[in-house]
């Protein structure tokens, strides 16, 4: 299998794709409500040291695991420590359990994507609470009006992609998509803060707060930068071992650092000083607004309060397709790559037996809302919550926690600086690289770990 992995055929190429990983609903609906919430500007420095230094050296781990042993997770760990095997199955379910929930996500995009391009942005404004909730709990009424559809297309969509394979599939789809993304969202954000009352908005996002600086601050800014890197779950070492042996990867890993902070930013210029204005200049909302409330029903209401707002929506649900349709297919990928070395299954059946599962499995999220499902919620949550937390609060720390542990102190960083220097002999931050893998990661991991349990068993509040 080894002789003929894909690979992509470039190192922007790579650089796109990683970053289409990487760049997704976190960036777009969780940044820009962490950084109103705990105190703008401070939480952006924060944010921005942690990406130059924890998150580039876990970043550069798991690229170079991927590159060194040319196998995806599962492989990778056990070509290093055979003891270690277990961490790749655990890190494999990881995408395994991800990726049928985050294409649900993806469909109620792609359905709010269509209304504002059929020019109902307004209908899905007037009441857009009820709209969303109705929409959801699958009690709209009408084939389209229930997230079936939407969810089995978006999942056909990054199935296309995949089965298109490295270059021609993946490569080439982020080649487009990602600068597109980037036009956009410049785009959006112009607007918002052309909006009457948006400096207000503006000054609230970008001026620290040095009172709101805590612990939770940085807990807060580490549990983000680190999910929205797409980090401890396989998607860097697949990524990784497709990547070509002379390519810079210290190089890359500061492009694809660079795109994501910068559009974790532009999201924060988009998003909060429109909602700031919308709300006659109380930043409250934009505190309060997280997740799924804040993309599907606040922002619907901010558009159509604009100028152009029909054509605006259209344009932010479009970027925020593109975002997610990237990362679902990073995503996807890793689970093909995982069958593909382990069964040794061609890419086409791979693929396909994927798809299969993954509509299977994210059906229990699609419907998990709706009124049939009231009576099964594990742990108290909605299945696609429940997946959520498993995967992002519980098991990718710990991937992430035993991966410093196994090259920190069981082979060693040796191991990695190597691959980097392979290239031309340069590894310009292997001193921060050892620090950070060795001591410093898997002590901030073991506190965002403890951090998200404690809050799961309501002990604290962040
Ligand atoms: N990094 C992506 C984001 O910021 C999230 C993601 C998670 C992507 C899992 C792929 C897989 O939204």
Redesign the pocket.
Known sequence: MKENRSSFGSRIGFVLAAAG????????W??PYLAAKYGGGIFLLVYIVLAITFGFALMITEIAIGRKTRLSCIGAYRALDKRFGFLGWLAAL??VI??PY?CVIGGWVLKYFAEFVAGRGKLVAANADQYFTSFISDSAGGFFSTPVPWFILFALLTMVVVLGGVEKGIEKVSRIMMPVLVVLSILVAVFSLTMPGALAGLKYYLMPDFSKFSTATVLGAMGQMF????LA?G?MITYGSYMQKENLMERSVAQIEIF?TGI?LIAGLMIIPAVVAFNGGDPTLAQQSAGPGLMFVVLPRVFEAMQWGGFIGAAFFLLVLF??LT??I??METVVSIVQDKLHWKRVPATLAVTVLLLAMGMLSCLGYSESFAAIKPLGMAFLDFFDFI??SVMMPIVAFLTCILIGHVVGTKVIADEVKSENGIFRREKLHRVMIRWVAPILLLAILGGELLKFFGVIKI
Request: glycine share 6%; proline share 3%.
């Open positions: 990983s990487a760049v997704g609903l976190g960036n777009l969780r940044f990881v995408p991800i990726v985050y999910y929205s890197m797409s779950m998607i994501d974790a975002a997610a990362s679902s990073s995503l995967s992002n």
